[in-house]
């Protein structure tokens, strides 16, 4: 029986390219997940073992990276399209190669009416979330009520550092005095009452305050932010007794690009999806009333 190698093709999945144009301080950023893929005569490496024609997966990534400060990222069409010319020239064995690209919508956080300069919110991915407990009848009745959001996921090109931690044996974090900070941002905000409350304004208004702390705080730490923005809430709700975060953070690692000739001086980064910071804090009023049956409903921390 004649047995011989049909279609193929290979590259690398999913390049987590973000690129942060730094120019002026009004920055502006583009965040890619770039796959490519070279088609052609890639028979040896397959029958013989031979990767003489290959160029590998690794060197596609990098490609993608350097790309991303070489001829930067107008649109995913125009570095796509130069991405795709360039890996028929670096490999001659390629007949064809693909870009498939996706781009994340980020838009500037809003404060005072005006869009921020190095911090955004990912367009239209959060969930509001409400959870009610009822406890007893008639004059003994409770109800708690615990509203929230889920993955709301914001950025901030500068304005973040994370230096002078505990250090033993097994540190290797370098201190960052600039980083790029980023988390999906879950909360949780207890009531104290619900006698008169609009709970669509209410809603709207912690969005709102936890956006513009997270935009207006100098960060040296998630922790710091996270409080900030309970206590913005706190400051601004009475109705509201306590509020819980968990934040995962979203590393966005410096890509070397000196390897290649070529300075980083933070524009281009790969943001890495495992393993992430899980930052969770409480803040609350002091003397808050008993939470009662109210996160008993709530998964995990909170
Ligand atoms: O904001 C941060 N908080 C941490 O606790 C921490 N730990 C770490 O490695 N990086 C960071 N960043």
Known sequence: MAISLGSNQYGKAENRVMRVYRDTDRHSIRDLNVSTSLRGDFTAAHLEGNQGDVLPTDTQKNTSFAFAKEVGIES????????????????????????????YAWDRIQVDGQGHDHSFVRRGTETRTAIITVEGRD??????????????????????????????????????????????????WRFNTID???????????????????????????????????RDVLEAHPEIDEIKFSAPNKHHFLYDLDRFGLENNGE???????????????????????PGEAWTAVPSFI
């Open 139 to 188: 004059a003994d009745q409770k109800v708690w009520v615990v509203s929230g959001l889920e993955d709301l996921i914001v950025l901030k090109s500068t304005g973040s550092e994370f230096k002078g931690f505990l250090k033993d044996k097994y540190t290797t974090l370098e201190e960052a005095d600039d980083r790029i900070m980023a988390t999906s941002l879950t909360a949780r």
């Open 268 to 290: 281009v980064f790969i943001a890495a999806d495992r393993p992430y910071g899980l930052i969770e804090a409480t803040v609350l009023r002091d003397g808050a009333g008993e």
């Open 196 to 230: 008169g409350v609009n709970f669509d304004e209410v809603y709207d208004d912690v969005k709102k305050l936890c956006l513009a702390a997270f935009a207006t705080t100098y960060s040296r730490a998630l922790q710091e932010t996270l409080y900030a923005m309970g």
């Open 76 to 103: 995913p069409e125009a570095y796509g399209v130069a991405l795709g010319k360039h890996f028929l020239t670096a490999a001659a064995k390629a007949t064809g190669s693909q870009i498939r690209i996706e781009e």
